[in-house]
């Protein structure tokens, strides 16, 4: 059984930067998808981005697109995310998650079936 750990969250300005890490144990995550979902006060949570198991293919949600960077460290069995130009609606529980095995799509959270416990971001304007 996997536990996901995120950490790198905390207060930044608008127009600031974070990094995210989720960090795997228990299991590798090395030949799982894994995505970064956020969830913001009285929203639903919603798709941030996923990374394939290689590396190779990524994916962004629109709001998040050419700010945002997710990158893996499959030694590490580490999962990053990397945020640029923060926006005050960037504000959110942001978690990581590994996708089934056997699933497809990257978008729905029903596709992943382990959760980290979140870590707070906060962009101040």
């Known amino acids: 059984q996997v536990q996901l750990v995120e950490s790198g969250g905390g207060l930044v300005q608008a127009g600031g930067s974070l990094g995210l890490s989720c960090a795997a144990s228990?299991?590798?995550?090395?030949?799982?998808?894994m995505g970064w979902f956020r969830q913001a006060p009285g929203k639903e949570r919603e798709f941030v981005s996923a990374?394939?198991?290689?590396?190779?293919?990524?994916y962004y949600a629109d709001s998040v697109k050419g700010r945002f960077t997710i990158s893996r460290d499959n030694i590490k069995n580490t999962v990053y995310l990397k945020m640029n130009s923060l926006e005050p609606e960037d504000t959110a529980v942001y978690y990581c998650?590994?996708?089934?095995?056997?699933?497809?799509?990257?978008?729905?959270?029903?596709?992943?079936?382990?959760w980290g416990q979140g870590t707070q971001v906060t962009v101040s304007s």
């Open positions: 998650a590994r996708r089934a095995r056997g699933s497809y799509g990257y978008q729905s959270e029903k596709l992943y079936d382990y």
């Open positions: 228990g299991s590798s995550i090395g030949i799982y998808n």
């Open positions: 990374i394939t198991w290689t590396g190779s293919s990524t």
